[in-house]
């Protein structure tokens, strides 16, 4: 590919063909040796799943830097897949690191707290970049994996509630985390009474995004370059295209705006995205069967059908007692969930 052909591909013009090769090899040199870390600190007996965060991190950064290279959707589903993967992993490491907190200083601590820290702007961030993510490509089971790994947090802010709620059942909420830039993305589908209103608030919001992450630490990377790699990888706020999604807002008066993911929000409702969300929903409310996980090398621990984030048709069927099996992929990692579906 020319300079000139990924120009015309990519989404953001920051982005130059050069930064965009050198930043896919730095994001996958670091994520291996983030974990290479992992089995050192395991094997000094150290719990703290800063490689799990650091892997998952960096593989987040490479589905930010698809997206904004040009990549397909396709190519974007799959990069999440691989990112999800290791943000479950590093909430199912975190509990180990709680317990030994909790023997350390001789108090309690509650073993499902999450470790993202969603006070912090940069946080929630990530946050509103992997559930709108979710819902743009119709990840109902993985929306519902989440819930699951933020049940201390659920009832806490009505957008990670909205977000969630085309694939689980809602949450009564009245809280929130952010005030700003948030509340005009809340007004647009908690207080807008017309269409055109909800999408005057949606704009609002996006004039005010970049300006508002000023202190997160991604703020202006495209004015830094390093000779090996930059720290930008494009500016995108998913989430009000999910929230768009969810409530058919009229996107035509911002559709353009810099950090607004025309692209995917398009092919989310040529490809019925949020239909297979209420589908996951619709099938989770159906069954009473709980929702049980486990990772590839541990023994399944129920009979029944199984799936994995970590690749695309994989639900099959396990014995209790049986080893789950590593699907494959460069991190070795399979984290599965039974399905709720029998």
Request: aromatic share 12%; hydrophobic share 40%.
């Amino acid at each position: 590919m020319t300079p000139a052909e990924f120009n015309d591909r990519r989404r953001q013009k920051f982005l130059t063909l050069q930064y965009y090769e050198l930043n896919e090899t730095w994001i996958e040199q670091t994520a291996q040796r983030q974990h290479a870390l992992i089995a050192k600190r395991q094997a000094a007996g150290d719990v703290q799943p800063f490689g799990q965060q650091g892997v998952y991190l960096k593989l987040m950064q490479r589905v930010l830097l698809r997206y904004t290279a040009g990549a397909s959707i396709e190519t974007v589903s799959r990069s999440f897949d691989e990112m999800f993967a290791w943000f479950c992993r590093w909430h199912l490491d975190y509990p180990p690191h709680l317990r030994a907190l909790e023997v350390e200083f001789g108090f309690g601590i509650h073993m499902d707290a999450s470790p993202l820290q969603l006070d912090e702007i940069e946080d929630f961030h990530k946050l509103m970049t992997v559930l709108g993510l979710a819902v743009l490509l119709g990840k109902g089971r993985e929306l519902a994996m989440i819930a699951d790994l933020l049940i201390r947090l659920r009832g806490e802010d009505l957008l990670v509630e909205e977000l969630l709620s085309p694939a689980v059942e809602a949450v009564d909420c009245n809280e929130f985390f952010h005030v700003e830039p948030y509340d005009s993305l809340i007004d647009a589908y908690f207080t807008a009474d017309t269409g055109d209103r909800a999408s005057a608030f949606v704009k609002k919001y996006l004039d005010a995004w970049y300006q508002a992450m000023e202190s997160c630490s991604w703020h202006n990377s495209h004015t830094i370059a390093h000779e090996d790699m930059s720290p930008y990888n494009g500016y995108w706020s998913f989430e009000s295209a999910a929230i768009c999604l969810i409530h058919d807002i009229d996107d035509a008066s911002f559709r353009d705006n810099l950090v607004y993911p025309k692209d995917l929000i398009d092919w989310a409702r040529a490809n019925d995205s949020l239909g297979k969300l209420k589908a996951a929903a619709a099938e989770a409310r159906g069954s009473s069967e709980p929702r049980l996980r486990c990772q590839s090398g541990d023994t399944c621990p129920r009979d029944g059908w199984w799936f994995t984030p970590a690749r695309a048709d994989s639900r099959q069927r396990f014995q209790a007692g049986d080893v789950m099996p590593d699907v494959g992929g460069p991190w070795g990692l399979t984290i599965w969930q039974r399905d709720p579906q029998q």
